[in-house]
C-alpha cells in the first residue's frame, strides 16, 4: 500500500515552454501533497505544500506564479513549470500524506527529472 | 534558525557496521525520519523515532536523544546496495519536515 506515481519520469523541452507533472496517490486518498526540488549533490528542497480543495502554500523563494499548483483531487496533485529555463533543469519530487500532518509518513513519488535546453 | 547537521559522506567495508550521526535544532520536535535515496531515486523511509531510545529494525537501527539534539543511523552487516544517501529530517512544531543535506555512504567490498 501507500503507493505514490509521478508522470512523466523524464522530461526534456525547450526552453520558454511549460511542462506539467503529475503526482497520483494510487491507494490511498492524500490530503495533503509536497512537491520537492532536488539539485545534483544537494538535498531536498520543499517548493510548496498543497491541500486538496485549497491554494497552496509555498515556501520562501518559491515563485507561485512559475510553479502553479493544482491539487484537484484526493488522489491528484500537479505542477507545472511555467515559461521553462534552463535553471530550472532539476529532480522533482512529490510525496503525499493522507489524515493529519502530525506524524505522518510522507509516501514518495519516484521523482520526475526535468531537463530544459 | 533551524539546523539539521549531519556529515557529508561516509565510507564503510561491506559487512561492517556504521554509524550516521544527525545533529539537530529546531523549532520544536515531533519526531525525527531517516530516509535511504539511491542516485537518481526518490527516498524510501527508513525510520521514525519521537520519543528516546532505540529503535530497531532488521539491519538497521536508529536511536534519539531529544536533550541532546541527537540521533543516528546504524547499519549492520552492511551489503553493496546500502550504498546511498541517507537523509535525515526533523518534523518541527509546524509538522514541516526540515530537511538535512543528507550523508553519502560508500561501501567497499
Known amino acids: 500500500g501507500a503507493v505514490v506515481s509521478q508522470h512523466p519520469s523524464w522530461v526534456i523541452c525547450k526552453s520558454g515552454t511549460s511542462v506539467k507533472i503529475e503526482c497520483r496517490s494510487l491507494?490511498?486518498?492524500?490530503?495533503?501533497m509536497f512537491w520537492y526540488r532536488q539539485f545534483p549533490k544537494q538535498s531536498l528542497m520543499l517548493m510548496a505544500t498543497?491541500?486538496?480543495?485549497?491554494?497552496?502554500?509555498?515556501e520562501q523563494g518559491v515563485e507561485k506564479d512559475k510553479f502553479l499548483i493544482n491539487h484537484a483531487s484526493l488522489t491528484l496533485s500537479t505542477l507545472t513549470v511555467t515559461s521553462a529555463h534552463p535553471e530550472d533543469s532539476s529532480f522533482y519530487i512529490c510525496?503525499?500524506?493522507?489524515?493529519?500532518?502530525?506524524?505522518?509518513?510522507?509516501?514518495f513519488g519516484p521523482g520526475t527529472r526535468l531537463t530544459v535546453l | 534558525g533551524q539546523n539539521i547537521d549531519q556529515p557529508t559522506e561516509m565510507t564503510a567495508t561491506e559487512g561492517a557496521i556504521v554509524q550516521i550521526n544527525c545533529t539537530y535544532q529546531?523549532?520544536?520536535?515531533?519526531?525525527l525520519f531517516w530516509y535511504q535515496q539511491h542516485a537518481g531515486e526518490a527516498p524510501t523511509f527508513l525510520s521514525y523515532?519521537?520519543l528516546d531510545g532505540l529503535e530497531e529494525k532488521g539491519r538497521f537501527s536508529s536511536f534519539l536523544s531529544r536533550s541532546k539534539g541527537y540521533s543516528y543511523l546504524l547499519l549492520k552487516e552492511l551489503q553493496m546496495k546500502d550504498s546511498a544517501s541517507y537523509l535525515c529530517?526533523?518534523?518541527?512544531?509546524?509538522?514541516?519536515?526540515?530537511w538535512g543535506a543528507g550523508t553519502k555512504l560508500i561501501i567497499k567490498p
Open positions: 510525496s503525499a500524506t493522507s489524515g493529519r500532518p502530525s506524524y505522518n509518513e510522507q509516501f
Open positions: 491507494d490511498f486518498q492524500a490530503t495533503t
Open positions: 498543497s491541500n486538496e480543495g485549497s491554494k497552496a502554500t509555498y
Open positions: 529546531t523549532s520544536g520536535f515531533n519526531g
Open positions: 523515532n519521537v
Open positions: 529530517a526533523v518534523l518541527d512544531s509546524n509538522y514541516q519536515l526540515i
